[in-house]
């Protein structure tokens, strides 16, 4: 993590990065992705097992998949394509977890075609898998919903944890986790495993523990009630990152010190001290290691001061989506006071196309260059094309400071390529 929202390059770079790729553009960081990996990694070292699934549709990039899969990371799919792309990427088999749900059936035949490991979001999908590929794999995993409200008290961090899993369309309840688990025993399963994802975005280092207490229980009960072998409890993504600047950040060793304590206080006496643990993580993995970097292109004055920028929300859809907040820097005024209020504006035809409002930034001139930050999950990839707008590039910042285009911008040509002129 930057401390401060530091940009994770500097005003001069980008100048020479920008002579070669044309603003708007995603810059990842590899450093600092194969440092955070490398420091989940060690937080989970305790567990001989573990394992981290990147989630593809955080950031479904090629080459930062590649760099992960160095890392020693799987990748988590719930489409189609997201598969297709793991496997061209190398990940195979067991590297694979497929966590979807409303499943087509060609999507479970893939997933079982590349041996993935299968997490099966309800009940009635058991039956489905039988018919879409012939068979129920040795390998099976199902995906828990406890329902109701999911809270953590005011965490020692000052922040709340607090989610409606009773809301959710996702997973099992926990009558049909212990059906589902005899059924699919009775059809052959032999290694099980189970998963819940019950807050997104957690600034807390109590959400991965109190979530392992609730799934190690259902563990060691589910063994009890139907017999079968558990040996994969996964806790999915969820841990979040401070999109503002007064936020904390997670510690992940302790977060995977917590997750420790309850393995040895639940699954340990229970027997079930080989359990191996996974993770989905996405936010957490790549947030802070992406930017986005756009250009100023014109200001406004009327009832408010408009910045207006060479992005819009189709390169980044999280602000106009959901009001997210995304950390502005003006490249080269990091020390100037910011003592000018703005709208900072896409050109979509759409008033909710602002990555701001009313933002304190320093005084801000035509050319200058904004690094928006925490891009790296969730965001080139949430990208779309309304107003006929086209996708950015994505471009790597290598260890050595050199860098790498990872992904070409679109072109108006790929805009009309699925367009049928008669
Ligand atoms: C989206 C998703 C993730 C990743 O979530 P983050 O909030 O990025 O950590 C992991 N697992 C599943 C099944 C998901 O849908």
């Known amino acids: ?117 299968i997490n099966l979001d309800d009940f009635t999908h058991i039956d489905f898998l039988k018919e879409s590929i012939g068979y129920i794999p040795e390998t099976i995993s199902c995906r828990f919903n406890p329902g109701g409200t999911f809270t953590i008290g005011e965490s020692a961090e000052g922040f709340q944890v607090m989610d409606n899993p009773g809301e959710s369309k996702y997973g099992f309840t926990r009558e049909q986790l212990t059906e589902g688990f005899r059924k699919l025993k009775a059809m052959g399963a032999k290694r099980f495993g189970i998963h819940a994802f019950l807050a997104s975005n957690t600034l807390s280092n ?6 392992a207490g609730i799934l190690f229980r259902t563990a060691v009960e589910l063994r009890e009630e139907t017999g079968c072998d558990i040996q994969f409890i996964n806790l999915s993504g969820g841990i979040g990152i401070p999109y503002r600047p007064e936020q904390p950040a997670n510690d992940i ?47 406004k004055h009327t009832y408010k001061e408009y910045v207006g920028v060479d992005a819009c929300a189709a390169n980044l859809m999280r602000p106009a989506m959901y009001g997210a907040y995304h950390h502005i820097t003006v490249m080269g005024k990091e020390d100037a006071p910011c003592d000018h209020k703005y709208d900072v504006t896409g050109s979509l035809c759409e008033n909710n196309d602002k990555f701001a409002v009313d933002r304190m930034l320093p005084e801000v001139q035509i ?49 009309f390529a699925t367009m049928v002129f008669d």
Not at 206 to 211: A, H, I, K, S
Not at 263 to 278: D, S
């Open 1 to 117: 993590m930057y401390p401060l929202k530091q940009p994770f390059v500097t005003l001069e770079q980008l100048q020479e990065i920008t002579k070669q790729y044309p603003t708007p553009f995603h810059l990842y960081d590899e450093k600092g992705i194969r440092e955070n990996v490398r420091k989940l990694r060690q937080a989970f070292a305790w567990n001989p097992g573990f394992r981290e699934f990147f989630a593809v549709k955080a950031t479904p990039n090629p080459t930062i998949l590649k760099v992960l899969r160095e890392e020693g990371c799987g990748t988590d799919c719930s489409s189609l394509t997201e598969l297709m792309l793991s496997h061209r990427c190398g990940f195979t088999g067991k590297e694979i977890m497929f966590s979807s749900n409303d499943t087509p059936a060609e999507e479970f035949r893939l997933a079982a075609q590349l041996g993935a490991t």
């Open 206 to 211: 109590q959400y991965y523990p109190t979530l």
């Open 253 to 299: 060793l302790a977060i995977g010190e917590g997750v420790r304590k309850q393995y040895e206080e639940i699954l340990v006496p229970a027997g079930m001290g080989k359990v191996a643990l996974c993770t989905e993580l996405g936010r957490f993995l790549l947030g802070p290691y992406g930017c986005l970097v756009t250009k100023v292109l014109h200001f």
């Open 367 to 415: 050319g200058d260059l904004l690094v928006i930050h925490d891009t790296g999950a969730h965001g080139f990839s949430m990208g779309y094309n309304y107003n006929g707008r086209l996708r950015s590039a994505e471009v790597l910042l290598r260890e050595d400071g050199s860098t790498k285009l990872i992904r070409r911008a679109e072109t108006p040509e790929d805009y």
